[in-house]
């Protein structure tokens, strides 16, 4: 009889097949524990600036009580934070969990269309930005629930004299901060000199109250809430944490962390997990910035790092990182997006650790699964479920398929999400009635229970570890006059894995391709903008009317 969860066999020594998930409470029981038994460890740093333990705590129990005892939040109340990888983000984070609210991570990036829907969508009451997007949150805030925002600068926690400096150069000489006009608003640090005043009330934060609003198209374009609570993240925590103890040290971690903390990616395995670990987290702010990124590297001694394949790649492909200490580095997890096996390879070559490839959606908290620490080389696959995971591939009938036959990978465990926000139906749509969520994804698993990624189901586009859904981008696009008809589908791209590609009938044949790349520009978040644009007289359609997205793809793929 083949086993029915033949990746078990192929654990790790140590690794058990469960693991307490419900240990903790909550995130906050999680944090405060650590606070307490790291209280002078250092817990985050950026720009030359450290935070200990002792530090987060104080200064998160200060927002927490500013969020309770001056802006009268209750319990399950929303907070959007709209910031890079900068100091206050942990604070926010961690003070809204501490008050018994829900954080709704938002991407600075987005365009003012793009705000508006997650504002709308998750009644956030308040909001933290950092000034250098304020202007955004000003164009949509009459339209929205916020009772308050709060504004804060990227050398607000750094301190005398840098922060100052810092603050004044990216104002006055770089001029990155446009101007804005929020009549109402606090600067991020007086609101916590308004904690202060006040004691932190003790709270009863439970497994089932919503942690975080985590927004993503799913498998579809319109962005969704996805529901992730205490439970859910807690579980996350103890699966992965159970994973990577066997290759990491309590209190003795320093961690890279470029990826944004408004990615589920990095929320987790970086700043949840490795705080558990009461590890520090070195944020960088502008990860674009390779020969910076590379400068800052080489100014550390880091154990590990977190990335989607672009980031490695572009790492690899910047002077000056072959020379940056690697001698401390025996962690390198690789998710968000396929890891390339040549980019993988090269970076063993180079820091003399292997890449090893995770597997996770939004809708997992993410982490499902994730290949053995001590892999010696890149394998090709997402790994084996994590403790406490069911996976299996189902057919077109929803008849669960042999190892080696190709179906929808799904998933089932305590770190699935409970839904998306306010969205039963959609939420019906992805988890079935025996609990298994559907991750969209098509994949197989081999007889020793690893898994590997096929092709996508769905015809979502991955920029950089970012999803971009067709309808989104056609939507926008559509809207302009000139154009009569309108596909978008994902193209190969050597640096970002996919690019955004858009196929055009012209209403106008004036219509140019900076003309919909300059539109486009004002609607969209820079990697969901369209890096090709062809136009063509009609598009390929099924005998309903249905453009065929996958005849594009295919074409594309050819030229």
Sequence with gaps: MVSERPWLASYPPGIPAEVDVDKYPSIVAVLEETCRQYAERPAFSNFGKRLSYADVDRLSARFASYLLHELKLKKGDRVALMMPNILQYPIAIFGVLRAGLTVVNTNPMYTARELKHQLVDSGAAAIVVLENFAHVVQQVLADTRLQQVLVTGVGDMLGFPRGPVVNFVLRHVRRQVPEYSLPGSIRFNEALHLGERHELPALDIRGHDIAFLQY??????????????????????QQASVWIGTNARMGEETI???????????????????MKFGGLNHLITNPRD?????????????????????????????????????SGLHLTLGGGMAVQRAVAERWKKVTGCTLVEAYGLTETSPAACINPMDLPDYNGSIGLPISSTDACIKGENGEKLPAGEVGELCIKGPQVMAGYWN?????????????????????????????????????????????????????????????LEVAAVGVPDERSGEAVKVVIVRRDGNLTAEDVKAFCRDKLTGYKQPKFVEFRTELPKSNVGKILRRELREAAAQA
């Excluded at 880091?302 to 490695?312: R, Y």
């Design 423 to 483: 969205r039963p139906e959609e939420t019906a749509k992805v988890i079935d009635s025996e609990g298994w969520l559907h991750t969209g994804d098509m994949a197989k698993m081999d007889e020793k229970g690893f898994f590997y990624i096929v092709d996508r189901k769905k015809d979502m586009i991955l920029v950089s570890g970012f999803n971009v859904y067709p309808n989104e981008v056609e939507d926008v696009i559509a809207l302009m006059p000139g154009v």
């Design 216 to 237: 993503t198209g799913g498998t579809t374009g319109v962005a969704k809430g996805a529901m992730l609570t205490h439970r859910n993240l807690v579980a996350n925590m």
């Design 290 to 326: 390779m020969k910076g990124f590379v400068a800052e590297l080489r100014k550390i001694r880091f154990t590990a790092i977190t990335g989607v394949n672009t980031l490695f790649n572009g790492l690899l492909n910047t002077p000056g990182f072959e020379k940056v200490d690697f």
């Design 256 to 274: 890279v962390t470029a990826l944004p903390l408004y990615h589920i990616f990095a929320l987790t395995a970086n700043c949840l997990v490795f």
